[in-house]
Protein backbone atom coordinates (compact mmCIF):
# COMPACT_ATOMS: atom_id res chain seq x y z
CA UNK A 1 0.00 0.00 0.00
CA UNK A 2 1.44 3.51 -0.85
CA UNK A 3 -0.86 4.85 1.76
CA UNK A 4 -1.23 9.00 0.96
CA UNK A 5 0.68 10.27 -2.06
CA UNK A 6 0.77 13.79 -3.80
CA UNK A 7 2.04 15.53 -6.88
CA UNK A 8 4.17 17.19 -7.34
CA UNK A 9 6.81 17.40 -4.35
CA UNK A 10 7.99 21.13 -5.20
CA UNK A 11 6.39 24.02 -7.40
CA UNK A 12 7.57 27.26 -8.06
CA UNK A 13 5.11 29.60 -9.62
CA UNK A 14 5.06 33.37 -10.25
CA UNK A 15 2.25 35.62 -8.83
CA UNK A 16 -1.31 35.28 -10.53
CA UNK A 17 -0.56 31.18 -12.42
CA UNK A 18 -2.86 28.68 -11.13
CA UNK A 19 -2.37 25.04 -10.17
CA UNK A 20 -3.94 22.02 -9.18
CA UNK A 21 -2.07 19.92 -6.16
CA UNK A 22 -3.18 16.15 -6.37
CA UNK A 23 -3.53 14.16 -4.05
CA UNK A 24 -4.78 10.18 -3.73
CA UNK A 25 -5.16 7.52 -1.02
CA UNK A 26 -5.07 4.16 -0.91
CA UNK A 27 -6.45 2.91 2.51
CA UNK A 28 -10.41 3.39 1.34
CA UNK A 29 -10.93 6.40 3.62
CA UNK A 30 -14.24 8.25 3.58
CA UNK A 31 -12.68 11.65 4.23
CA UNK A 32 -9.93 13.38 2.94
CA UNK A 33 -8.33 16.63 4.20
CA UNK A 34 -6.10 19.45 3.10
CA UNK A 35 -2.99 21.11 5.30
CA UNK A 36 -0.78 24.25 5.13
CA UNK A 37 2.24 24.10 7.41
CA UNK A 38 4.04 27.62 7.65
CA UNK A 39 6.94 28.31 10.31
CA UNK A 40 5.78 29.33 13.21
CA UNK A 41 2.23 28.97 12.67
CA UNK A 42 1.63 24.88 12.77
CA UNK A 43 -0.45 22.70 10.07
CA UNK A 44 -3.67 24.63 9.37
CA UNK A 45 -7.19 22.89 7.40
CA UNK A 46 -7.73 24.81 4.63
CA UNK A 47 -10.74 22.16 3.01
CA UNK A 48 -11.57 19.19 4.09
CA UNK A 49 -14.01 16.28 2.49
CA UNK A 50 -16.06 14.36 5.21
CA UNK A 51 -17.08 11.90 2.60
CA UNK A 52 -17.74 11.28 -1.28
CA UNK A 53 -19.42 13.93 -2.76
CA UNK A 54 -19.34 16.91 0.25
CA UNK A 55 -16.73 19.31 0.54
CA UNK A 56 -16.21 21.83 3.68
CA UNK A 57 -14.22 24.88 4.25
CA UNK A 58 -11.75 24.80 7.42
CA UNK A 59 -9.44 27.69 8.87
CA UNK A 60 -8.10 29.06 6.04
CA UNK A 61 -10.08 28.60 3.04
CA UNK A 62 -9.52 31.89 1.03
CA UNK A 63 -7.45 31.39 -2.08
CA UNK A 64 -8.23 27.98 -2.84
CA UNK A 65 -10.52 25.26 -4.50
CA UNK A 66 -11.00 22.10 -3.86
CA UNK A 67 -12.82 19.02 -5.83
CA UNK A 68 -13.45 15.17 -4.20
CA UNK A 69 -12.88 13.47 -7.52
CA UNK A 70 -13.80 10.20 -6.35
CA UNK A 71 -13.32 8.26 -2.94
CA UNK A 72 -9.89 8.07 -3.56
CA UNK A 73 -8.96 11.59 -4.99
CA UNK A 74 -9.24 15.11 -3.71
CA UNK A 75 -7.71 18.15 -5.41
CA UNK A 76 -6.24 21.21 -4.42
CA UNK A 77 -6.36 24.38 -6.95
CA UNK A 78 -5.16 27.56 -6.37
CA UNK A 79 -6.40 30.26 -9.02
CA UNK A 80 -4.10 33.35 -8.96
CA UNK A 81 -1.29 32.23 -6.93
CA UNK A 82 0.00 34.81 -4.40
CA UNK A 83 3.26 35.05 -2.45
CA UNK A 84 1.45 34.57 1.36
CA UNK A 85 0.65 31.17 -0.54
CA UNK A 86 4.31 29.76 -0.32
CA UNK A 87 3.82 26.80 2.33
CA UNK A 88 4.29 23.18 2.45
CA UNK A 89 0.77 21.55 2.07
CA UNK A 90 0.11 17.95 3.15
CA UNK A 91 -2.97 16.25 1.76
CA UNK A 92 -4.42 13.57 4.38
CA UNK A 93 -6.61 10.82 4.85
CA UNK A 94 -9.20 9.17 7.79
CA UNK A 95 -12.45 7.43 8.48
CA UNK A 96 -14.75 9.94 9.53
CA UNK A 97 -16.00 8.73 13.06
CA UNK A 98 -15.55 8.66 15.83
CA UNK A 99 -12.80 10.44 15.11
CA UNK A 100 -10.15 8.29 13.85
CA UNK A 101 -6.34 9.07 13.17
CA UNK A 102 -4.97 11.24 9.68
CA UNK A 103 -2.54 9.56 7.87
CA UNK A 104 -0.81 12.08 5.84
CA UNK A 105 0.89 12.57 2.99
CA UNK A 106 4.84 13.25 1.69
CA UNK A 107 3.81 16.99 1.35
CA UNK A 108 4.10 19.51 -1.81
CA UNK A 109 6.54 22.18 -1.13
CA UNK A 110 5.45 25.37 -2.89
CA UNK A 111 7.07 28.81 -3.83
CA UNK A 112 5.34 31.68 -5.19
CA UNK A 113 7.34 34.46 -6.28
CA UNK B 1 -12.78 28.97 19.41
CA UNK B 2 -10.85 25.47 19.48
CA UNK B 3 -7.10 26.13 20.31
CA UNK B 4 -4.15 23.64 21.49
CA UNK B 5 -0.95 24.53 22.55
CA UNK B 6 2.31 23.05 23.18
CA UNK B 7 5.30 23.48 25.54
CA UNK B 8 7.99 24.25 25.06
CA UNK B 9 8.85 24.93 21.56
CA UNK B 10 12.20 23.39 21.93
CA UNK B 11 13.45 20.89 24.26
CA UNK B 12 17.13 19.87 23.90
CA UNK B 13 17.95 16.27 26.06
CA UNK B 14 20.58 14.02 26.80
CA UNK B 15 20.78 10.77 25.65
CA UNK B 16 18.76 8.92 28.58
CA UNK B 17 17.38 11.85 30.15
CA UNK B 18 13.44 11.23 30.78
CA UNK B 19 11.11 14.40 30.05
CA UNK B 20 7.68 15.06 29.14
CA UNK B 21 6.24 17.22 26.56
CA UNK B 22 3.32 19.08 27.42
CA UNK B 23 -0.46 19.98 25.00
CA UNK B 24 -2.99 22.24 26.83
CA UNK B 25 -6.26 22.48 24.86
CA UNK B 26 -9.49 24.21 24.88
CA UNK B 27 -11.99 22.30 22.18
CA UNK B 28 -15.46 22.73 22.70
CA UNK B 29 -16.70 18.55 23.55
CA UNK B 30 -13.35 16.87 22.77
CA UNK B 31 -13.51 13.71 20.89
CA UNK B 32 -10.12 12.95 20.50
CA UNK B 33 -6.78 13.93 21.11
CA UNK B 34 -3.95 12.91 18.92
CA UNK B 35 -0.32 13.26 19.10
CA UNK B 36 2.03 12.74 15.82
CA UNK B 37 5.90 12.95 15.38
CA UNK B 38 7.33 14.57 12.31
CA UNK B 39 11.03 14.60 10.76
CA UNK B 40 12.20 17.06 8.30
CA UNK B 41 10.95 17.40 5.15
CA UNK B 42 8.44 14.53 5.86
CA UNK B 43 4.59 14.48 6.53
CA UNK B 44 3.16 13.82 9.98
CA UNK B 45 3.16 9.97 11.60
CA UNK B 46 0.46 8.98 13.61
CA UNK B 47 1.40 8.16 16.89
CA UNK B 48 -1.71 7.78 19.79
CA UNK B 49 -5.24 8.59 20.08
CA UNK B 50 -6.53 9.45 23.04
CA UNK B 51 -10.30 9.94 23.71
CA UNK B 52 -10.99 10.40 27.38
CA UNK B 53 -9.55 11.26 30.48
CA UNK B 54 -7.35 9.21 32.57
CA UNK B 55 -6.75 6.91 29.32
CA UNK B 56 -3.02 5.87 28.95
CA UNK B 57 -1.01 4.74 25.13
CA UNK B 58 2.36 3.33 25.17
CA UNK B 59 4.63 3.26 22.58
CA UNK B 60 8.59 1.79 23.23
CA UNK B 61 9.76 4.85 24.68
CA UNK B 62 7.01 7.18 24.62
CA UNK B 63 3.72 7.15 26.87
CA UNK B 64 0.55 9.65 26.20
CA UNK B 65 -1.80 10.53 29.16
CA UNK B 66 -4.62 12.31 28.65
CA UNK B 67 -6.58 14.76 31.63
CA UNK B 68 -9.98 17.46 31.06
CA UNK B 69 -7.10 20.30 30.15
CA UNK B 70 -4.23 18.70 28.60
CA UNK B 71 -2.77 15.73 27.62
CA UNK B 72 1.33 14.90 28.17
CA UNK B 73 3.88 12.55 26.08
CA UNK B 74 6.38 11.44 28.36
CA UNK B 75 9.82 9.98 27.00
CA UNK B 76 11.63 7.26 28.96
CA UNK B 77 15.92 6.84 28.39
CA UNK B 78 14.97 8.96 25.08
CA UNK B 79 17.51 8.45 21.91
CA UNK B 80 18.92 10.59 18.73
CA UNK B 81 16.93 8.73 16.73
CA UNK B 82 13.70 10.46 18.83
CA UNK B 83 14.67 13.53 17.65
CA UNK B 84 11.98 15.32 15.68
CA UNK B 85 8.89 17.66 16.40
CA UNK B 86 6.34 16.06 17.98
CA UNK B 87 2.79 17.44 17.26
CA UNK B 88 -0.50 17.12 19.35
CA UNK B 89 -4.13 17.84 17.89
CA UNK B 90 -7.69 17.52 19.62
CA UNK B 91 -10.91 17.03 17.68
CA UNK B 92 -13.94 18.84 18.84
CA UNK B 93 -16.25 20.70 16.38
CA UNK B 94 -13.63 20.87 13.87
CA UNK B 95 -12.06 18.24 12.34
CA UNK B 96 -8.33 18.61 13.81
CA UNK B 97 -7.26 21.87 15.87
CA UNK B 98 -3.08 21.24 16.23
CA UNK B 99 -0.76 23.01 18.07
CA UNK B 100 2.49 24.43 16.57
CA UNK B 101 4.82 21.30 17.68
CA UNK B 102 7.79 20.73 20.19
CA UNK B 103 11.25 20.59 18.84
CA UNK B 104 13.13 17.62 20.05
CA UNK B 105 16.85 17.33 20.18
CA UNK B 106 18.54 14.30 22.18
CA UNK B 107 22.26 14.36 21.81
CA UNK B 108 24.41 11.24 22.04
Known amino acids: NAGVTQTPKFQVLKTGQSMTLQCAQDMNHNSMYWYRQDPGMGLRLIYYSASEGTTDKGEVPNGYNVSRLNKREFSLRLESAAPSQTSVYFC????????????FGPGTRLTVT | EDQVTQSPEALRLQEGESSSLNCSYTVSGLRGLFWYRQDPGKGPEFLFT???AGEEKEKERLKATLTKKESFLHITAPKPEDSATYLC?????????FGKGTRLSVIA
Open chain 2, 50 to 52: LYS
Open chain 2, 89 to 97: AASGNTPLV
Open chain 1, 92 to 103: ASSEWEPPYEQY
